[in-house]
Nanobody
Framework: QVQLVESGGGSVQAGGSLRLSCTAS????????MGWFRQAPGKEREFVSA????????YYADSVKGRFTISRDNVKNTVYLQMNSLKPEDTAVYYC?????????????????WGQGTQVTVSS
């Protein structure tokens, strides 16, 4: 298993920016991709973005495309989510996730390691 620890959440006004970080430890050699999901109160956990380890392919949800940027630091085993032009509807708990399964991209059930989550609150 891979252990994931997120940081960087907080409160910001609409239009502001935040950067989330997720550091992986443990069986990181088996990781195929890492991603971010979010869950707002009363809603399902939804895909935000992911990056494939093999070729750095990147995937975004339509709702964040052009505003959020995912990146990684191989040496630090860390994935970042730079969030710009934040909107109140981006308010949620953000979870880092990792998968060692082939063919996984956006499907929540394909990820088998999860962080504890970090709160992001965007006020209008």
């Amino acid at each position: 298993q891979v252990q994931l620890v997120e940081s960087g959440g907080g409160s910001v006004q609409a239009g502001g920016s935040l950067r989330l970080s997720c550091t992986a430890s443990g069986r990181t050699f088996s990781t195929r991709l890492m991603g971010w999901f979010r869950q707002a109160p009363g809603k399902e956990r939804e895909f935000v973005s992911a990056i494939l380890w093999m070729d750095n392919s990147i995937y975004y949800a339509d709702s964040v495309k052009g505003r959020f940027t995912i990146s990684r630091d191989n040496v630090k085993n860390t994935v970042y989510l730079q969030m710009n032009s934040l909107k109140p509807e981006d308010t949620a708990v953000y979870y880092c996730a990792a998968s060692d399964r082939a063919g996984v991209r956006r499907a929540r059930e394909g990820y088998n390691s999860w962080g504890q989550g970090t709160q992001v609150t965007v006020s209008s």
